[in-house]
């Protein structure tokens, strides 16, 4: 009997040991962002990390220097969703009123998995120089691509005349404002009432009347 025990042990340990890298290292990120709906980023530890995964304390070394430089990589992980979503207009011709929709539409659905790391880090950033230059970049990011899209709809005429990177600036910092507090903790509101709130500040904004076309 004991032999079985230590049998099973050692299976178990070895199908640690095999478990892919990727899989591994994305348990370990799902914790962090199930943590961080109840618990500021300064509360965590790798303890606590470690004791919600199948893995042992020492493997979170293996993907992450420290919890910073986990927390970075799951803002890299959420720009990457969110810059998937948004493709649709950033890249379509003319206002493309449908495509703003369903960019819009899937960052909050991103955000509505993914809130309380968008909630976490920008609390965090003031008061944390690491997580505040890689908020900051990750602002800076938006802001130079809707900037991008509005020179480029003004220049054939599809949206009105206005300073392009001050009006991308406060689109994107209304659009974090607003996500965060419709989905970075569990009492969500409702998802519709968000997008149809986003859709038309962005439409009214940009959009010359009369054309969303």
Not at 9 to 18: G, H
Not at 27 to 55: A, N, Q
Not at 61 to 75: D, G, R
Not at 78 to 88: Q, S
Request: proline share 4%; with cysteine.
């Amino acid at each position: 009997m004991v032999a079985m025990q230590e049998s099973r042990k050692s299976i178990s340990k070895s199908a640690r040991r095999r478990r892919p890298t990727v899989e591994s290292r994305k348990e370990i990120l799902d914790r962090v962002v199930e943590l961080l709906w109840d618990r500021p980023i300064r509360d965590l530890s790798i303890v606590s990390i470690m004791r919600g995964t199948g893995l042992s304390r020492p493997a979170f070394y293996m993907y992450f220097k420290n919890i910073p430089a986990l927390i970075e990589e799951l803002l890299v992980d959420l720009e990457a969703e969110m810059n998937e979503a948004a493709t649709p207009w950033l890249v379509a011709e003319g206002p493309a009123g449908e495509q703003l929709r369903k960019s819009l539409e899937g960052i909050v659905a991103v955000c509505r998995r993914r809130g309380p790391v968008l909630r976490a880090i920008s609390e965090s950033a003031p008061h944390d120089a690491r997580l505040e230059r890689a908020w900051s970049g990750f602002m800076d990011g938006w802001d130079r691509a809707v900037r991008d899209r509005i020179l480029g709809g003004q220049a054939s005429g599809w949206f009105q005349d206005c300073d392009a990177a001050m009006v991308a600036s406060a689109l994107n910092r209304m659009d974090a404002a607003i996500l965060i507090e419709a989905f970075g903790r569990r009492d969500q509101r409702d998802p519709e009432a968000v997008l149809e709130t986003l859709c038309f500040i962005w439409s009214r904004t940009l959009f010359v009347v009369g054309d969303s076309s």
